[in-house]
């Protein structure tokens, strides 16, 4: 299997995150796709290739022109305003209050995120536009035939919305990948998100649309971030009525309980007739992940890559998060051994 990978991602190094009350260092770090990477070599997975370039227009599919526009400029004008320590937002909109781009950074940081652990640092920008490229040659890569690509993302993606951040994601590289096997042909699409926090950015994007399925197994919202997304009831809106399905789990979730679940998704996404599949690959469902509470084992991830296989779709794995970082090479690569095995 290919592998598309930049190293352009290592300048998004952010020093901290709001993690219990406290600023502590931002889990979400360089050395997560360094080991990725390595594993990969390590185990003659296949070749790693670079991404090539797209531009922005293909991100424009799925994001806000504004937006895109405001993460281009936004460490310069934070530079200017603060000096050059990593942005982070500290205030939001809340029912009530009224939804008005404000001139400030501060104001225009809260605008358009969601949370208080994703910084925006001096290497952010060029690391989400390569991301997104990464995403882009791996699904490039399907649409000429590939039975399964790689694309080793970092920063992720999925927390994503249409003009907003947040859970370390700025683009959703896994919804511009759908976008783009769309805009290449493929008629149905279905992303199915097995990281284990809520995609909640790729949900949104695509809720009122039938064209692309999205299914997600994560760690219930009434007891886990992203809180506010990711309920069972969740079924899609308009045309997209049908196309959304939900699989909340408690903490505590072992790969039995937890593979009942994948049955069901496999089985609606079966049923929708996709063309292709994206599979949001996070690996914080690892029973060593410090933010996460499910208990997957390291083999468990061979057996969830033999599954994604038995679905017979051209598949794109795009990966998500993982923050047990010794173990996240292992983890990641095992579900994409069990794929080509
Ligand atoms: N104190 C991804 O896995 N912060 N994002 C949790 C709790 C948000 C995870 C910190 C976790 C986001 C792509
Ligand atoms: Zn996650």
Not at 8 to 27: C, I, M, N, Q, Y
Not at 311 to 329: D, Q, R, S
Request: contains cysteine.
């Amino acid at each position: 299997m290919i592998t598309v990978y930049s190293d352009d991602h290592v300048g998004h190094d952010g020093k901290a995150e709001l993690h219990d009350g406290k600023l502590v260092p931002s889990f979400e770090m360089p050395r997560r796709a360094a080991l990725v990477l390595a594993r990969v070599q390590e185990t003659g997975l296949g070749p790693v290739m670079p991404p090539k370039l797209f531009g922005l227009d293909p991100v424009r599919r799925v994001h806000a022109a504004d937006y895109v526009a405001f993460l281009e400029g936004a460490w310069d004008a934070w530079v200017a305003e603060h000096g050059p320590w990593d942005a982070l937002p500290f205030t939001w909109i809340a029912p009530g209050m009224r939804r008005v781009v404000p001139d400030h950074i501060d104001g225009k940081l809260g605008y358009y995120s969601f949370d208080a652990g994703t910084p925006i640092t001096a290497g952010t920008w060029r690391a989400v536009r390569a991301a997104a490229d990464v995403a882009l040659t791996g699904a490039e890569l399907i649409v000429r035939g590939e039975r399964g690509a790689f694309a080793l993302c970092r920063p992720p993606g999925h927390h994503a919305h249409r003009a907003c951040y947040g859970g370390y994601c700025f683009f959703n590289n896994a919804a511009i990948a759908a976008q783009a096997l769309r805009d290449a042909g493929a008629e149905r699409v279905a992303v199915l998100d097995i990281d284990c926090h809520h995609g909640n950015g790729t949900q949104d994007i695509f809720y009122d649309r039938g064209d692309v399925l999205f299914v997600s197994l994560h760690a219930d919202p009434v007891q886990e971030y992203p809180y506010f997304l990711g309920f069972a009831d969740e079924t899609g809106t308009g045309a997209g009525e049908g196309a959304n399905a939900n699989y909340p789990l408690p903490f505590g979730t072992d790969f039995a309980a937890w593979s009942e679940a994948l049955a069901h998704a496999l089985a609606r996404i079966a049923a929708f007739g996709a063309e292709a599949l994206v599979v949001s690959l996070g690996v914080d469902t690892f029973k060593g992940d410090p933010i996460s509470r499910f208990r997957l084992d390291s083999p468990d991830y061979t057996a969830i890559g033999e599954r994604l296989a038995a679905a017979g779709l051209p598949t794109l794995f795009v990966m998500e998060g993982g923050y047990a970082v010794e173990a996240i090479g292992l983890n990641a690569v095992n579900v994409l051994q069990g794929f080509r095995a």
